[in-house]
């Protein structure tokens, strides 16, 4: 089970940015839910285009309750990839960072 802490909600507390979850399976596209349909589950706040879907979701909740918190597996390759490349050029940062610290002293103390 995912915890609370590792689900992915926008400002509002929403979970998939206020989508309807059970939309993705039963229409195959995002549809925006509404407040007015709402379920708690996990720290997060689903909603719902209508009634039927959210008692749908309250039913089988493992079912549509988003995979990895509702974050991208597509963004946790690209993380990967981004956090590689930038840790693999800090040296060229700090020694960059250093040079230039060393010109203005330099530069000031003359």
Not at 102 to 110: E, Q
Request: glycine residues 8%; hydrophobic residues 40%.
């Amino acid at each position: 089970m995912v915890k609370a802490t590792q689900i992915n909600l926008d400002a509002t507390g929403a979970v998939i940015r206020g989508y309807d979850p059970v939309a993705y399976f039963n229409e195959g596209r995002p549809i925006p839910g509404s407040p007015e349909f709402s379920a708690e589950h996990e720290g997060g706040a689903h909603l719902f285009a209508n009634a039927a879907n959210r008692e749908a979701f309250k039913a089988q909740p493992a079912k549509y309750t988003p995979q990895c918190g509702g974050y991208s597996a597509d963004g946790v390759i690209h993380w990967a990839e981004y956090v590689s490349a930038w840790t693999s050029w800090d040296h060229v940062r700090t020694a960059a960072s250093l040079a230039a610290a060393a010109s203005l002293t330099i530069a000031l103390c003359r």
